[in-house]
Every structure is written in C-alpha cells, then in structure tokens.
C-alpha cells in the first residue's frame, strides 16, 4: 500500500487548503484514515482521522470547527478541507492508513496504530 499526500501549499490566515491522500496498491483492506501534522521543532499530532466504512470521524481539538476531513472509496483518496487557517497550523501534514479493525466507537488517533504513511506535504500560513 502506498500513500501519496499533496495540496500543500502557501496561504494567508484565513485562507483554506484542500489536501489530498491518493492509496494505491490497496490489495488489503484498510480501515482507517488520518491525517497528522508535524510543526517546525514539534513532535508529531494527531489532526483527524475517518473510517473508510461508515464515515465516522474524529478531530483535534484544536481543528475543531475548522478542517473536515472526508474520502471518496471509488478513488481510494482521503481529503483534508482547511479552512480559517492560522498561522500555527503550519505544518509538515501527512496522511496515514490503519489496516487494522477496531470494533465499537474506537477511532484510532495515535500514529503508532497506523501501518501505512505517505511522505508529507507542507503547509504555510503567513500572518
């Protein structure tokens, strides 16, 4: 399984991004999907993370209200909407796949859960 994350970019606060996660070579399941970010001198973060099954979702706090995340199972891609961007929200945003299945309500949002990464796109956002 390979992951491929794009869309980064430059932008002003206040101002939206729309990251995409591309899954090939999906010949196994994968459950889950999520997105981290890494800011400049920082460990990595959980952002958000989706079920590829039943749509449920789980977000940061800190991007609550903010950033939606969504996926599209005909083209194995998972989305990051961004929108009212702030400066600290600029980060190194990688994408991430759980092949794993957790049953009840559990969402996974610790990078150790995730089996598969993509190699990160870049966020800026200037004041």
């Known amino acids: 399984v390979q992951l491929q994350a794009f869309g980064g970019g430059l932008v002003q606060a206040g101002g939206s991004l729309r990251l995409s996660c591309d899954v090939s070579g999906r010949t196994v399941s994968t459950y889950y999907m999520a997105w981290f970010r890494q800011p400049p001198g920082k460990e990595r973060e959980f952002v958000a993370c989706?079920?590829?099954?039943?749509?449920?979702?789980a977000y940061a706090d800190f991007v609550k209200g903010r950033f939606t995340i969504s996926r599209d199972n005909a083209k194995n891609t998972a989305y990051l909407q961004m929108d009212s961007l702030k400066p600290e929200d600029t980060s190194v945003y990688y994408c991430?796949?759980?092949?794993?299945?957790?049953?009840?309500?559990?969402?996974?949002?610790?990078?150790?859960?995730?089996?598969?990464w993509g190699q990160g796109t870049l966020v800026t956002v200037s004041s």
């Open positions: 991430a796949a759980d092949r794993h299945w957790y049953s009840g309500s559990y969402l996974p949002k610790v990078a150790q859960r995730y089996d598969y």
């Open positions: 989706i079920s590829w099954t039943d749509d449920r979702t």
